[in-house]
């Protein structure tokens, strides 16, 4: 083995920040997730699409243990996913999570909303919180925004806000989980310009999602699902041009035709 080799062996080992292995989910008797194995490297984009149903949701959820699974294992970091309390909290503020519907705390400010957890769970000081807090409302373009309330917001604004909030705990990766289907669709480019700029500067995620024109453009690796499991991965060019799958094929014909 030459040393070249050598490193870049050990580098691939280091670099895979989240780990599914054989990880099996039910919800009675729908078995959502069957024998799921996901590697994601630190800094890479995976887009997770398929029809509904198809288990991507449970999926993203199951990495920061909003869903528990019934067998297999997840690693953050090469740490598996702590059972419940503070660890469990420390967790979900390394894996950063944007939801369909923007789950802003109504009764704070959106200032606040970005402030909360850097002073709960990463006991920042309040001054610091702030200072951290206006720079990235003002990054994801929202910065005049923040003493309004988030009911004063589009929805637009305030799933700006939500990244923004994930972006405040300095997490490894952030799960998006269809950032953008309860937008009216004039807004969703605004959320995912966002997304693509965060893509480029490196963040790990993995996004859930029907937006098609986002996959190809800022994914790093299509991951398709269909009925609980990965039906089939590969870089955007590759999925979208040449699909290999009868599932997937089907899949793009529906969706790329309309």
């Given amino acids: 083995m030459t040393e070249a080799s050598m490193v870049k062996e050990s580098v691939s080992a280091t670099d895979e920040l989240v780990a599914l292995k054989s990880v099996n989910k039910h919800f009675g008797a729908l078995h959502v997730l069957q024998d799921i ?3 994601i490297a630190r800094g890479e984009v995976v887009v997770v699409i398929g029809p509904s149903g198809s288990g991507k949701s449970t999926l993203c959820r199951t990495i920061n243990r909003l869903e ?3 067998s297999g294992e997840i690693l953050i970091d090469g740490k ?3 059972q419940e309390g503070k660890e469990l909290a420390r967790l979900r503020a390394d894996v950063g999570m944007v939801f369909q519907s923007f789950n802003l705390f109504a ?6 909303n970005v402030m909360l957890g850097q002073i709960k769970v990463r006991k920042a000081d309040k001054q610091v919180a702030e200072e951290k807090a206006r720079t ?3 990054r994801v373009g929202v910065g005049t925004q923040a003493d309004k309330y988030p009911a004063q917001l589009s929805g637009g604004q305030q799933q700006r806000v939500a990244i923004a909030r994930a972006l405040a705990m300095d997490p490894k990766v952030i799960l998006f989980d269809e950032p953008t289907s309860a937008l009216d669709p004039e807004m969703i480019n605004e959320v995912l310009e966002v997304m693509q700029q965060l893509a480029r500067d490196g963040m790990t995620m993995v996004v859930v999602t029907h937006e098609m024109g986002f996959a190809r453009s800022a994914a790093n ?3 398709f699902m269909a009925d609980g499991r990965i039906v089939e991965e590969a870089a955007p060019e590759q999925f979208f041009s040449n699909p290999r ?3 997937a094929k089907d899949f793009l014909s ?5």
């Fill in 245 to 247: 799958s009868d599932r």
């Fill in 37 to 39: 194995d996901l590697t």
């Fill in 221 to 223: 690796r299509v991951v």
């Fill in 136 to 138: 990235l409302l003002d």
């Fill in 107 to 112: 009764h704070k400010t959106v200032l606040e």
């Fill in 80 to 82: 598996p996913l702590p």
């Fill in 68 to 70: 528990t699974i019934d």
């Fill in 254 to 258: 529906k969706i790329l035709h309309h």
